[in-house]
C-alpha cells in the first residue's frame, strides 16, 4: 500500500532562519507531489507541485522554493524565513492522470 | 475569481442533525467533485467524491447530492456524530488539469 511520510511534526523556527522539510511517499512510482500552506483557519494554498525528478511548478512567488532530487521525495525550502511563513505544511501525492489526493500528516511551523 | 464557493463557514449541530455543506462552481468543464475531512493537526483525508453522471452518492453517512444544471453539489451527513467535528472542503477538478481547486473549508462541530 502507498504511505506519505512528512516530517518534522512541529517546527519553530527564528526569523531569518533557514527552513527544509520534507516528504517522501512509498508504494508508488512517479507520483506527482504536492506542497500546500493553510493558514490558521484558512483554506488550502498550492504552492508548488511536481510531475517529475527535478520538475518543480511554483504557484504563489515567495522566499520558498521546492525540490524533487529522487522520485519520491519533495522538499520545501526558504533560506530566510519570515514571519508570515508560519502555517500548517501539507505535502501531498496523486497518481499521474488520475484524480484525488493522499494528504501527508502535515508540519506546524511557527516563526517567532 | 474563485473557483469554487463553499458555505457556510462555520456549522453547529447537535448529534444527530444533518448538517448540510454547500459548494458551487462556475466552470463546467469540472467533471469531479470530492469532499475532504480534515480533523485538527491532520492532513485532509478525502471523504467522498462524485462525477456529473450521478446526481446523488451515498457512502455509508455522508451523501453528496450534485445538480449540475445549477453547478452546485452539497455534502450531507446523516445522524450526525461528535466524531464527525472536523473542518471539511469541497473541491473541483477537470481532465485538463487533475490539480483541485478546493473551497476554503467549513469547520463543523456537532455537540453530544
Known amino acids: 500500500s502507498q504511505t506519505i511520510h512528512q516530517w518534522p511534526a512541529t517546527l519553530v523556527q527564528p526569523v531569518g532562519s533557514p527552513l527544509s522539510l520534507e516528504c517522501t511517499v512509498e508504494?508508488?512510482?512517479?507520483?506527482?507531489l504536492y506542497w500546500y500552506r493553510q493558514a490558521a483557519g484558512r483554506g488550502l494554498q498550492l504552492l508548488f507541485y511536481?510531475?517529475?525528478?527535478?520538475?518543480i511548478s511554483s504557484e504563489v512567488p515567495q522566499n520558498l522554493s521546492a525540490s524533487r532530487p529522487q522520485d519520491r521525495q519533495f522538499i520545501l525550502s526558504s533560506k530566510k524565513l519570515l514571519l508570515s511563513d508560519s502555517g500548517f505544511y501539507l505535502c501531498?501525492?496523486?497518481?499521474?492522470?488520475?484524480?484525488?489526493?493522499?494528504f501527508g500528516s502535515g508540519t506546524r511551523l511557527t516563526v517567532v | 475569481q474563485q473557483q469554487v464557493k463553499q458555505s457556510p463557514q462555520s456549522l453547529i449541530v447537535q448529534k444527530g442533525g444533518i448538517p448540510i455543506i454547500n459548494c458551487a462552481y462556475e466552470?463546467?468543464?469540472?467533471?469531479?467533485f470530492p469532499w475532504y475531512q480534515q480533523f485538527p493537526g491532520k492532513g485532509p483525508a478525502l471523504l467522498i467524491a462524485?462525477?456529473?453522471?450521478?446526481s446523488e452518492k451515498k457512502e455509508g453517512r455522508f451523501t453528496i447530492s450534485f445538480n449540475k444544471s445549477a453547478k452546485q453539489f452539497s455534502l450531507h451527513i446523516m445522524d450526525s456524530q461528535p466524531g464527525d467535528s472536523a473542518t471539511y472542503f469541497c473541491?473541483?477538478?477537470?481532465?485538463?488539469?487533475?490539480?483541485?481547486?478546493f473551497g476554503r473549508g467549513t469547520s463543523l462541530i456537532v455537540h453530544p
Open positions: 501531498a501525492w496523486s497518481v499521474v492522470g488520475a484524480y484525488g489526493y493522499t
Open positions: 462524485i462525477r456529473p453522471d450521478v
Open positions: 511536481s510531475v517529475g525528478i527535478g520538475q
Open positions: 508504494g508508488t512510482s512517479n507520483p506527482n
Open positions: 473541491a473541483v477538478s477537470s481532465g485538463g488539469s487533475y490539480i483541485p481547486t
Open positions: 466552470n463546467t468543464a469540472f467533471d469531479y
